[in-house]
């Protein structure tokens, strides 16, 4: 059993985070402010912190004696953080800081930190790879890239094990599907069920990667815990195949409309070769099958 601290963790990948690490036995405390956490998602066998990861001495002492901490508090969202480029950097890159300076005071064996794709930004080579040069497109993308190379520091300078997750588009169960930040596949759901038709941006044939949760999941719990990892290394956590925006649309049902195309990278596509290698990771749950459960479990919410 280890102690394991999850920022985050009433949000939609952390609480399916927090959920198999109690199901594993693990004892879990939560740190999350609600401001994008829901209360509803709070695992009633971990210990709830309501704390803010901009206040450092407010979250620094729920750190002692843990093993691993999980950094997965953000206000994500591109086109958020192009509307409140200060109130997210804020949070993104100074929370991540203090959660940085937190874990390294109370010894905490290692830090995964949540990463993102969007770090790329808008690369004409696909898949994206590791090794090439980020050029965020958004203030939420060099937000993510700071804290990875931040997570790196940590580790050079102060011998805090960090790795950092570059996820793609991530979708399931417990995702966001209200508020105008939230997925396409969020974004979908939520017109079909309203009566509203789709509104696809642009002509729809711009893809994403989507990748399913628990996918993201194994992967957070394979950083924890492998041997190959720990100085740093970032890391892309995606499906390995990509699908359009008119796929969704498909998928999902119902009538379409097209609206004025914004400005976004085109296409994302992972290659997942150093997850395989370094996390014995690959991604379980093909598109189609996702797709299922996150409409299965859309449909119980009322």
Not at 34 to 41: A, F, H, I, V, Y
Request: with cysteine.
């Amino acid at each position: 059993m280890s102690k394991v601290l999850v920022t985050g963790g009433a949000g939609f990948i952390g609480s399916n985070l927090v959920k198999e690490l109690v199901n594993a036995n693990d004892e879990v405390t939560i740190i999350d402010n609600l401001s994008t956490g829901k209360k509803e998602n709070i695992h009633p066998r971990a210990k709830f912190v309501k704390a803010d990861i901009t206040d450092f001495e407010q979250i620094k002492p729920h750190f002692k004696g843990m093993d691993f901490v999980f950094h997965m508090a953000a206000l994500p969202r591109v086109p958020y953080s192009i509307d409140h480029p200060v109130e997210t950097h804020n949070i993104n890159i100074n929370g991540t800081l203090n959660v940085l300076l937190a874990a390294k005071e109370a010894k905490v064996r290692r830090l995964v930190y949540s990463a993102s794709s969007s770090a790329y930004g808008n690369s004409e080579r696909l898949p994206l790879k590791e090794d090439q040069l980020p050029q965020p497109m958004s203030p939420y993308g060099l937000h993510k890239y700071v804290g990875e190379h931040y997570a790196k520091l940590f580790f050079l300078f102060y011998g805090l094990e960090t790795v950092s997750l570059r996820y793609f588009n991530v979708y399931g169960p417990n995702m966001a599907f209200s508020g105008a930040y939230c997925l396409v596949i969020a974004v979908f759901l939520k017109q079909k069920k309203e009566g509203q038709p789709l509104t696809i941006t642009g002509d729809g044939t711009q893809t994403r990667d989507f990748t399913f949760v628990f996918d993201v999941v194994r992967a957070n719990i394979l950083a924890a815990k492998s041997d190959k990892v720990g100085k740093g290394e970032v890391i892309n956590i995606g499906a390995g195949h990509n699908h359009s925006v008119n796929e969704v649309a498909k998928i999902i049902g119902g009538p379409t409309v097209n609206i004025a195309p914004r400005v976004e990278p085109h296409d994302t596509l992972a290659d997942n070769t150093l997850a395989k290698k370094l996390l014995d990771w690959q991604p379980e749950v093909d598109f189609n099958e996702g797709m299922k459960r996150t409409i299965e479990w859309f449909e119980k919410l009322r």
